[in-house]
C-alpha cells in the first residue's frame, strides 16, 4: 500500500530501495543504403531476461526483442521507406531509453560514362550507367537526345549497367539515364547525364596497283570503291577491293594527309 510500517519496541530498521529500469543504446548511430538491414541493440539493468523491449521510430513500433543477460537486439531492421534520418527509442513498460538511436540512409545515386570520349558516325559508343548507395535492383531507363532508348536492371549484386549505340548524324549528342529504385512500395529516383561530340566520317581510298592520285576515290557514307584495272563497284567486306589501303579524316582538321607508294 505504498507505507512503511516499524514495530515500536525496535530501535532500528532498515529499507531497500526499489530498483529502477535502464535501457541504452550501445551504439548511438549508424548509416545503411536504401535496401539495406541492420541490426540495433540497447543494454539494459534491473530488466529480467525474457522481458520484451519494443523499438520505435518516432510513436511508430518497428519491432520487438526479448532481453537475454542484460542485452535486446532488434534484428534485420528494414526501412519501409526513404528517410535521410530516423530517430529511434526503445522501451520497456513505462521505462523509455535513455538515448535514442538516429538511423541515417545513404542517398541513391547514378553516374554516367561514355566510352570512347569521342567517335564518329557509325562508330559504336558504349554507355556505363553505375549506382551507388542502393543494395537492391535498380531500373535504368536510357533517353538519347528525346528517343527512350530502352530499360534495363541492374541487380541487386551488381553495380553497373550499359547501353551501346551508334549515330548516323554528327553534331553534339546528349544521353540521359534515370535510375529508379522501389523498395516496400516506395520510390527514389535519380539522374545523370552525358554528352558526346560525333564527327562526320570521310574515308579516302588508295589503289596501290598504280601511281599517282588520279587513283583516289573520295566518298563519304557510300558503299562503292574506284579501281582503275576493274571501275567503279560495291565495297567487300572488308572494306577495301582486292589490295587497298584506307585512311580516315576528322571532320574541320586543316591537315593535308598523303601517303607514299613504296
Given at each position: 500500500d505504498g507505507y512503511i510500517y516499524v514495530k515500536a519496541d525496535e530501535d532500528t530498521f532498515s529499507v531497500t530501495a526499489a530498483t529502477v529500469p535502464t535501457i541504452t543504446f550501445s551504439t548511438t548511430s549508424g548509416t545503411i543504403n536504401w535496401g539495406d538491414k541492420v541490426n540495433i541493440t540497447v543494454t539494459t539493468a534491473n530488466i529480467a531476461n525474457g522481458s520484451t523491449i519494443t523499438f520505435k521510430a518516432g510513436s511508430t513500433s518497428i519491432g520487438e526483442a526479448s532481453v537475454s543477460s542484460n542485452s535486446a537486439t532488434l534484428?534485420?531492421?528494414?526501412?519501409?521507406?526513404?528517410?535521410?534520418?530516423?530517430?529511434?527509442?526503445?522501451?520497456?513498460?513505462?521505462?523509455?531509453?535513455?538515448?535514442?538511436?538516429?538511423?541515417s540512409m545513404n542517398?541513391?545515386?547514378?553516374?554516367?560514362?561514355?566510352?570512347?570520349?569521342?567517335?564518329?558516325?557509325?562508330?559504336?559508343?558504349?554507355?556505363?550507367?553505375?549506382?551507388?548507395?542502393?543494395?537492391?535492383?535498380?531500373?535504368?531507363?536510357?533517353?538519347?537526345?528525346?528517343?527512350?532508348?530502352?530499360?534495363?536492371?541492374?541487380?541487386?549484386?551488381?553495380?553497373?549497367n550499359t547501353c551501346?549505340?551508334?549515330?548516323?548524324?554528327?553534331?553534339?549528342?546528349?544521353?540521359?539515364?534515370?535510375?529508379?529504385?522501389?523498395?516496400?512500395?516506395?520510390?527514389?529516383?535519380?539522374?545523370?547525364?552525358?554528352?558526346i561530340t560525333i564527327s562526320p566520317k570521310t574515308t579516302i581510298y588508295f589503289d596501290n596497283s598504280i601511281t599517282g592520285w588520279s587513283s583516289v576515290?573520295?566518298?563519304?557514307?557510300?558503299?562503292?570503291?574506284?579501281?582503275?584495272?576493274?571501275?567503279?563497284?560495291?565495297?567487300?567486306?572488308?572494306?577495301?577491293?582486292?589490295s587497298c589501303l584506307q585512311m580516315t579524316l576528322v571532320s574541320g582538321s586543316s591537315t593535308i594527309y598523303s601517303y607514299t607508294y613504296v
Open positions: 534484428s534485420n531492421y528494414q526501412p519501409t521507406a526513404f528517410a535521410a534520418s530516423t530517430t529511434i527509442t526503445a522501451e520497456y513498460s513505462s521505462t523509455t531509453s535513455t538515448n535514442s538511436y538516429t538511423l542517398t541513391p545515386s547514378v553516374s554516367l560514362a561514355v566510352s570512347p570520349s569521342s567517335a564518329s558516325t557509325g562508330d559504336n559508343v558504349t554507355f556505363t550507367a553505375t549506382k551507388s548507395n542502393v543494395s537492391t535492383n535498380a531500373t535504368v531507363t536510357y533517353k538519347f537526345e528525346d528517343t527512350t532508348s530502352g530499360t534495363s536492371t541492374i541487380q541487386a549484386a551488381s553495380s553497373t551501346t549505340t551508334s549515330w548516323a548524324a554528327s553534331g553534339s549528342k546528349t544521353v540521359k539515364v534515370t535510375m529508379t529504385v522501389t523498395f516496400s512500395g516506395s520510390d527514389k529516383t535519380a539522374t545523370a547525364t552525358k554528352s576515290y573520295l566518298y563519304l557514307y557510300s558503299k562503292a570503291y574506284y579501281d582503275s584495272s576493274n571501275g567503279a563497284g560495291s565495297q567487300s567486306s572488308n572494306g577495301c577491293y582486292a
